[in-house]
């Protein structure tokens, strides 16, 4: 420990702060779990060192003089094999003492705090060892155990000193810096000496920081005169405007968890070059896991984008739309202007050009996983089907690229299958894809309105996610074969619809009957042909929203307009066979009234909807309860006393 950090003095204005106490227990994480990863602090701070010059290259072109004349943006690594100690320098854009304070003592970033809940998860379950991944700044104490940050901001004169022994507490006081960046000054814990060898820090950089466009350069030992010398280790072509075939699997992971900080590898990478009116070259990522905010309505999305090399923004979601916000990566335009600023690039149409190829290398992407690699595809369907299938609604234009890759649960069986297997496995004379939104696939796999279709053999697609009800709509077809909302009034069974058994005078005094009884409840009452089990179901109207959105829509607005349902009755069913006799044969008022409101409160029950009044159904299923237990004990008195 360097002498000075121990004396607080009151011109060099030190102050002791507690880091959060968040970084408390993710520097202890850190620690027992990566205790076989050591290697990966120096591609963190390397990263970060990066970074910082992106930055300051990005500033200054706006503020030219961040950039004093004759300067060379670069990282330089010195190792001290007498003190010691390794530095990771850059002469980026610094941090100011608020910066140093904030930035090294708290947990600003959120994806960092799910990680570390993800982690502690991992420990409870015993698993201690989750690989590489990006815990940032402080995995510098896995190999030191005194660690001190010297920076100094752009356009300031002012440096500060960082320090700390990462427990509890770290140090702030002033300090001087030739030029504006960041040193990281790595106490060596005494069993991690031979990441002073060089061999050892080339190994390391070549392995993982290689494609960093800037120099990285190591330090060579001192000789008789005191002036530095380096050589640059690293190639310092950004891995992008590489070709492809030079570049391996593991170099492509390693840029995509600089460019991320995710601790997976990604599922899927595509590298592009495109050439002609408009060129730009780029690499598309899809991750494996979902970020925590994929459906929060101002997550960030986007591409990172570079002009002619230099980064210019993160997170530019001009280049992407938003149904593939997923979608992690890095272009590099040569024709937009450096200067370009967000409000540029919204209408700008070298943006467009680079959204739609961009767009197109995604889903070209993503129909090599399906056709090469089903199980990751599944993977990648489960994670961010859901986001996909937005690009029905907002693209259209789309919808002929999006139609292989979309994936459902269907009457077929338990896996999940494309819409043109369905439409393949189509019956003779079958003119329609049916399909079934629902609030989940298990509830439709239930659902009366569906048991004709598939007692008939006719596959139907049942769509449960929430998006499933509007992003259908704008499906209407598949490759020349309209889709059938199976749930709906109008439902065109083709020719295999058997005609109604029953004689159409008594069909018509029944469904009259039910129909004054109803008359606030549904619109008509008809004869079915869809049912096969069931003796009645509601269908909706053809205008009409699914039934379980509009119950959502109506728990937050009740004025929200109900559309009144169909009731279909099932003619061949005892159930309405039985209730035609009685009310032909004049049977009691009352009691006709209350069988139909139990057969109206069950087709209710089967699409999981609540009836208004639910205490007057309950009162209906009461009394037909009571009427079967007093004819059922009088018929067999024998087996319903308690005591023979
Ligand atoms: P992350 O890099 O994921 O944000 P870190 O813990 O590695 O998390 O770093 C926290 C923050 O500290 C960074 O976001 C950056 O603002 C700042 N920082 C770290 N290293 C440097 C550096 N060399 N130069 C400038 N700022 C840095």
């Not at 992008?240 to 030079?246: A, G, K, N, T, V």
């Not at 003779?428 to 309105?449: D, F, N, W």
Request: aromatic share 8%.
């Amino acid at each position: 420990m360097p002498e000075n950090a121990n004396t607080a003095s009151q011109e060099t204005n030190a102050q002791e702060y507690r880091f959060e106490a968040e970084v408390d227990s993710l520097l202890r994480l850190v620690i027992d779990s990566l205790y076989s990863n050591k290697d990966v602090f120096l591609r963190e701070l390397i990263s970060n060192a990066s970074d910082a010059l992106d930055r300051l290259r990005f500033q200054a072109i706006t503020q030219p003089e961040l950039i004093p004349e004759g300067t060379t943006l670069a990282i330089r690594i010195e190792p001290d094999l007498d003190r010691r100690t390794l530095t990771i320098a850059d002469n980026g854009i610094g941090m100011s003492r608020e910066e140093l304070q904030s930035h090294l003592g708290t947990i600003a970033k959120s994806g960092t705090r799910e990680f570390l809940a993800r982690l502690e998860a991992a420990q409870k379950s015993g698993l201690h060892q989750i690989g590489h991944f990006g815990v940032g700044f402080y995995s510098a104490f896995l190999v030191a155990d005194f660690v001190e940050v010297i920076s100094r901001a752009a356009g300031s004169r002012e440096a500060w000193k960082w320090s700390s022994s990462g427990r509890g507490t770290f140090r702030i006081e002033a300090a001087s810096r030739a030029e504006q960046g960041t040193s990281v000054i790595l106490h060596l814990k005494p069993d991690h000496l031979e990441y002073l060898y060089d061999t050892q820090i080339e190994r390391l950089v070549r392995e993982w920081s290689d494609y960093l466009p800037w120099p990285i350069e190591l330090r060579l030992p001192r000789e008789k005169s005191d002036i530095p010398r380096y050589r640059r280790i690293n190639s310092g072509q950004a891995l992008w405007q590489r070709s492809p075939r030079e570049v391996t699997r593991e170099q492509y992971e390693e840029f995509y968890k600089h460019l991320t900080r995710d601790w997976d590898p990604p599922l899927a990478y595509k590298h592009f070059k495109i050439e002609g009116t408009t060129e730009f070259a780029g690499i598309v990522f899809i991750p494996r896991r979902a970020p925590f905010d994929l459906f929060s309505p101002d997550a960030k999305h986007g591409l990172r984008l570079h002009v002619k090399r230099v980064f210019v923004m993160d997170e530019a979601d001009e280049l992407l739309p938003r149904w593939l916000r997923f979608v992690r990566g890095v272009v590099d335009s040569e024709d937009l202007p450096l200067n370009v600023s967000r409000e540029l690039l919204q209408d700008s149409r070298i943006t467009r050009t680079i959204r739609q190829q961009v767009t197109k290398q995604v889903l070209d992407l993503l129909g090599e996983i399906a056709r090469e690699r089903p199980e990751d595809y599944r993977l990648f369907w489960r994670t961010f089907g859901a986001v996909l299938k937005e690009g029905l609604h907002y693209d259209p234009d789309q919808i002929p690229r999006l139609i292989p890759l979309l994936r459902y649960e269907t009457t077929h069986g338990d896996g999940l299958y494309g819409l043109l297997e369905v439409k393949a496995r189509m019956k003779e004379g079958q003119k329609h894809i049916y399909y079934a939104v629902g609030e989940s696939t298990a509830h439709l796999r239930k659902t009366p309105q569906i048991e004709g279709l598939v007692a008939r053999g006719f596959e139907v697609v049942l769509m449960g996610d929430p998006v499933d009800g509007w992003a259908v709509r704008s499906l209407k077809e598949v490759e020349g074969v309209p889709l059938a909302d199976a749930m709906r009034a109008d439902l065109d069974l083709g020719e295999s619809a058997s005609k109604p058994q029953a004689d159409e005078s008594q069909s018509r005094s029944l469904r009259e009957r039910i129909r004054k009884r109803l008359q606030d409840e549904v619109q008509e009452v008809r004869i079915s042909t869809r049912l096969a089990h069931s003796p009645a179901c509601l269908v909706r109207p053809t205008e009409a929203l699914p039934h379980h959105i509009e119950r959502i829509l109506r728990a937050t607005q009740p004025d929200f307009p109900k559309a009144k349902p169909i009731l279909e009755i099932n003619p061949d069913h005892p159930i309405i066979t039985g209730l035609s006799r009685l009310i032909d044969m004049n049977a009691n008022e009352e009691a006709i009234n209350l069988l139909i409101d139990s057969l109206y409160a069950q087709a209710l029950w089967a699409e999981g909807t609540m009836p208004d009044e639910p205490a007057k159904y309950a009162k209906a299923l009461a009394w037909l309860l009571e009427q079967h237990i007093a004819r059922a004990s009088a018929e067999e008195p024998q087996k319903a006393s308690p005591d023979p």
